[in-house]
């Protein structure tokens, strides 16, 4: 296994319009955490999942944003009426979870880069 | 809730050791970790700590952790210029990680 691959790696898109992100995890892994980073800050935490279900989402997602993850596996998030405020690095991570051997270590992909017009 | 504070910037010599702070709010945070992070890359997880721990040595890494004063330090022996990159600091508890805004280290030759 390679890591954790998301797509597209780049999104430009006009404001108003709705986008899709899609993140692979490693595949031994049960848990997958969605994270956004705006330039010159650390990641903010967005939502996470144990298997398929949804487990905690960040009190500061709006309505616009929801994420997935139907069979445990892959996961996509998407963002309806995107707005200029959008535009970010999205980030996904994945981890192993399972008493007692969890360590929580998260393994980040390469991010999709989002840019509202 | 929780926080998580670095310094901004650190300029080193090349072969200088760098040390890299961290201050943490969250007493239930399990675990603590580095990320590095290079231009235009993802983050790479760099080393961790358990709570529990005082200590963890992995090469030229150190960390050390005072869970007393919620104090974090990386420290990179024999910095070399490949170290350039944003470091950062994330504690967790048993799901989310909270960031720090990530410390820039800048080596010179």
């Known amino acids: 296994d390679t890591g954790v691959s998301q797509n597209p790696r780049h999104k430009i898109t006009k404001r108003g319009q709705n986008v899709t992100f899609r993140c692979d995890p490693i595949s031994e892994h049960n848990r997958l955490y969605w994270y956004r980073q705006t330039l010159g800050q650390g990641p903010e935490f967005l939502t996470y999942f144990q298997n398929e279900a949804q487990l905690e989402k960040s009190r500061l997602l709006s309505d616009r944003f929801s994420a997935e993850r139907p069979k445990g596996s892959f996961s996509t998030l998407e963002i309806q009426r995107t707005e200029q405020g959008d535009s970010a690095m999205y980030l996904c991570?994945?981890?192993?979870?399972?008493?007692?051997?969890?360590?929580?270590?998260?393994?980040f992909g390469p991010g999709t880069r989002l840019t509202v017009t | 809730g929780e926080d998580v504070e670095q310094s901004l910037f650190l300029s080193v010599r090349e072969g200088d050791s760098s040390v890299i702070n961290c201050t943490y709010t969250d007493s239930s945070s399990t675990y603590l970790y580095w990320y590095k992070q290079e231009p235009g890359a993802g983050l790479q997880l760099l080393t961790y700590?358990?709570?529990?721990?005082d200590m963890k040595q992995d090469q030229r890494l150190t960390v050390l952790l005072n869970k007393k004063d919620k104090h974090l330090s990386l420290r990179i022996a024999d910095t070399q210029t490949g170290d350039s990159a944003i470091y950062f600091c994330a504690e967790t508890g048993a799901g989310k990680s909270t960031f720090g805004d990530g410390t820039t280290l800048t080596v010179k030759p």
């Open positions: 991570a994945s981890s192993f979870a399972s008493f007692p051997r969890s360590s929580y270590e998260q393994y």
């Open positions: 700590i358990f709570s529990n721990m």
